[in-house]
């Protein structure tokens, strides 16, 4: 396969769990004409992989148009979707003041790259929707929308949407520590609003898109001390759990079956060293990406442009032929069925049949975990032995091994 795709791996690792999906198909995608040709290529149809079950029906879902169809339309869906999770993920910079904005840019990349077909994605839009009111959406959300002064002074008509200033009033009474304080906060907002005093200063108009919001009301909101507080208190706030989220996956990773035999102090240890070495990965890489960027959002899917989720069997095999890879699925028989036939049905069951030997990829995987598992045990007890002198001359010969 190596050979067609010029060496290039078809699984891409996330670095978080959300987006790895989206990342195996979009390097599919990148791939689609290298695959196509390497399953009609003589080399494969030689091969013995190509006469197995599973060979033939990898070899009608690289061929069927349909497969490619669903492939794209998966990646306009959700490359939007993946940047907000990326922005909403990142550990420089809050951006409680920024998810709303993201949202919505998401949802309008969404509509263009479907060209405004609303058919295509009303659906979609409905999960979003379902899923942001029971279960994203909170009235901080709403509260760091309006506070951000980027957005707020951008949209004439922010007080007429119902959702925001609920939001808000709410956030008001929540975090404020008497009513004295509410009515206080109440009566700045005003000075907000009309870009009073501090607020209408030229710097501070020009540092409302270049400045991070918190740094810009502590430095123009002295003359609002109360609505300040909370504006800082708001937009301070990070926006999602997967800090929790890689605790859990690690200490899932290290309580294997094998190690759920380890002493107690020996695991915790071992989630202590492993977790801190992502810790300083994500550290040393902090400063490569600006996470508060939404127009990647508006951009996400530029590089589908011009791709129909519905026009894959109409592309053409060759540049100077009319051969298309619909008439070449239709040839081969890749087209899938529209009913379970008993051809279909035989097939299953021969693939249920198969010995485990040949199902690859989960036995592969399970056996790099008990590598990683071997490796990372060597490292705690060269680390821990009060006996060996030469650990870390043996360390260092193991990843030179490995290097190797």
Not at 165 to 182: H, P, Q, R
Not at 299 to 306: A, D, H, K, Q, T
Request: hydrophobic content about 30%; overall charge negative.
């Amino acid at each position: 396969m190596r050979k067609y795709t010029s060496k290039t791996e078809l699984v891409r690792h996330g670095v978080t769990r959300f987006a790895t999906t989206f990342l195996t198909l979009q390097r599919l995608h990148k791939q689609k004409n290298s695959l196509r040709k390497m399953f009609t290529s003589d080399d494969w149809l030689k091969s013995n992989t190509a006469k197995d079950p599973k060979g033939k029906r990898a070899t009608d879902t690289v061929l069927m148009p349909s497969f490619w169809n669903d492939v794209i339309y998966s990646l306009k869906v959700m490359g939007p979707l993946v940047r907000v999770l990326r922005l909403v993920d990142n550990e420089k910079r809050p951006a409680m003041g920024y998810i709303y904005e993201a949202m919505d840019r998401a949802k309008e990349a969404i509509q263009k790259s479907f060209n405004g077909n609303e058919d295509k994605y009303r659906d979609i839009f409905a999960i979003i929707d379902r899923r942001w009111d029971c279960q994203l959406h909170h009235p901080l959300h709403a509260a760091g929308h309006y506070l951000n002064p980027e957005y707020f002074y951008a949209n004439p008509q922010i007080d007429d949407d119902a959702e925001l200033i609920t939001g808000l009033y709410k956030c008001i009474d929540k975090l404020s520590a008497n009513d004295e304080e509410v009515d206080k906060i109440h009566g700045q907002l005003e000075k907000y609003r009309r870009a009073e005093g501090l607020f209408g200063m030229n710097a501070a108009v020009r540092q409302r898109t270049k400045s991070a919001p918190t740094l810009w009301w502590k430095s123009y909101g002295a003359q609002v001390p109360e609505l300040r507080n909370l504006a800082v208190r708001v937009l301070g706030l990070t926006c999602s759990s997967s800090g929790c989220e890689r605790n859990w996956s690690t200490f899932e990773h290290i309580h294997s079956k094998k190690r759920s035999r380890l002493e107690h102090q020996r695991l915790q240890d071992l989630v202590f060293i492993k977790y801190n070495q992502a810790l300083k990965e994500r550290f040393e890489s902090r400063d490569l990406i600006d996470p508060i960027v939404l127009n990647d959002i508006d951009e996400s899917n530029e590089w589908l442009v011009g791709e129909e989720d519905d026009g894959a069997e109409n592309e053409f095999v060759f540049d100077d032929d009319n051969l298309t890879w619909g008439e070449v699925a239709n040839v081969t028989g890749a087209n899938e069925p529209i009913t379970f036939t008993r051809q279909h049905t035989r097939f299953r069951k021969e693939a249920a049949s198969m010995p485990s030997s040949s199902r690859g990829i989960r036995v592969e995987e399970g056996d790099n975990e008990e590598i990683e598992d071997e490796e990372e045990e060597q490292i705690y007890k060269l680390n821990t032995s009060e006996e060996s002198e030469g650990g870390e001359e043996d360390l260092e010969e193991m990843f030179d091994d490995d290097s190797d």
